[in-house]
């Protein structure tokens, strides 16, 4: 089974950084693209960064030139580098795997997308 674990986010100020990483355990052969949305309350989730496992990046127009995503293909692992924060920025942030190809008790499956459980980030201004 594929489990997500995010580390990284707390409280920062506004103007400050902090770093997300997130790494993908279990039994697999390939993840297509990894990434970070997040949530605000009354909002609805949204995409913050995602990699493809070619290195292909696409950010959100809000984070574009201050969040930097990369990837480590051979460890499953995804980290979100997080600059010149804003209040705006406070959010529950989830890592994803998507297209992940694994074994799962034997048997192989592919395509599926994977969530972690979730890292709060708070922004103060």
């Known amino acids: 089974q594929v489990q997500l674990v995010e580390s990284g986010g707390g409280l920062a100020q506004a103007g400050g950084s902090l770093r997300l990483s997130c790494l993908a355990s279990g039994t697999i052969l390939g993840i297509d693209a990894m990434g970070w949305y997040r949530q605000a309350p009354g909002k609805q989730r949204e995409l913050v960064a995602s990699?493809?496992?070619?290195?292909?990046?696409n950010y959100g127009d809000s984070v574009k030139g201050r969040f930097t995503i990369s990837r480590d293909n051979a460890k499953n692992t995804v980290v979100l580098q997080m600059n010149s924060l804003k209040p705006e920025d406070t959010a529950v942030y989830y890592c994803?795997?998507?297209?992940?190809?694994?074994?799962?008790?034997?048997?192989?499956?592919?395509?599926?997308?994977?969530w972690g459980q979730g890292t709060q980030v708070t922004v103060s201004s």
């Open positions: 990699i493809t496992s070619t290195g292909v990046t």
């Open positions: 994803a795997a998507e297209g992940t190809t694994a074994y799962d008790s034997g048997t192989l499956y592919r395509g599926d997308d994977y």
